[in-house]
């Protein structure tokens, strides 16, 4: 069964400072990964996502993320953060596409000015 | 931009009563799904719908859980006969096809008391 770890609840950072946030998978093939956010009251906004190809993906936002098969991670990175970034975060897995995602727990981002 | 949208934002509901949360997909999406998430806990997948049925569904989806597309736009999730521990925000989401992005509500916050 795939599953997946978000080793960190909550980070802090400082507006303007860099942002990796962690996410370590497990699945027997090749994933299907993403990474959603939620800000309060709202809903779970994609901001990037792989399926295949290019290891390194771009998102909305200036996000990006590494797809490191060797590591089982796909981290989440943003050079310079802003005081909108604060949010809950979400890597996801699928089997195939969207199909039945499989969640973690969530890390949440404050920003400090 | 086009979205989601799930009604009510909150239901409150007497432990044993049946309870149906309310979903308007997009209007060209193909696929669409339930997602829960108990307060401080992942989100966990319910169940995925194409083509007027049921196409996967959790072990959380017992026989206490049906999903329905009554009219071609609404897309409902029903809890024939609540308990306390279905309290949870529910999310419905939907995508055109498995491979593009899938689109969520803002979540129906549902306590059963």
């Known amino acids: 069964a795939q599953s997946v770890t978000q080793p960190d609840i909550h980070i802090t950072v400082s507006e303007g400072a860099s942002l990796e946030l962690r996410c370590n998978y497990s699945?027997?093939?090749?994933?299907?990964l993403f990474w959603y956010v939620q800000s309060p009251g709202q809903g779970l906004q994609l901001l990037l996502k792989?399926?295949?190809?290019?290891?390194l993906v771009q998102g909305i936002k200036g996000f990006e993320a590494e797809f490191k098969r060797s590591q089982s991670s796909f981290n989440l990175r943003k050079p310079s953060v802003h005081w909108s970034d604060a949010a809950e975060y979400f890597c996801?897995?699928?089997?195939?596409?969207?199909?039945?995602?499989?969640f973690g727990t969530g890390t949440r981002l404050t920003i400090i000015p | 931009e086009p979205e989601v949208t799930q009604t009510p934002s909150h239901q409150v509901t007497q432990m044993g009563q049946e309870v149906i949360l309310r979903c308007v997909p997009i209007?060209?999406?193909?696929?669409f799904y339930w997602y829960r998430q108990i307060l401080g806990q992942k989100v966990e997948f319910l169940v995925s719908f194409y083509n007027n049925e049921i196409s996967e569904k959790s072990e959380i989806f017992d026989d206490q859980f049906s999903v329905e597309r009554p009219d071609g736009s609404n897309f409902t999730l029903k809890i024939r006969s609540t308990k306390l521990e279905d309290s949870a925000m529910y999310f419905c989401?939907?995508?055109?096809?498995?491979?593009?992005?899938?689109?969520f509500g803002q979540g129906t916050r549902l306590t059963v008391v």
């Open positions: 792989y399926f295949s190809g290019d290891t």
């Open positions: 699945y027997g093939a090749t994933p299907y």
């Open positions: 996801a897995v699928g089997a195939y596409g969207n199909e039945k995602l499989t």
């Open positions: 209007s060209n999406h193909l696929y």
């Open positions: 989401a939907s995508t055109q096809n498995i491979n593009t992005e899938a689109f």
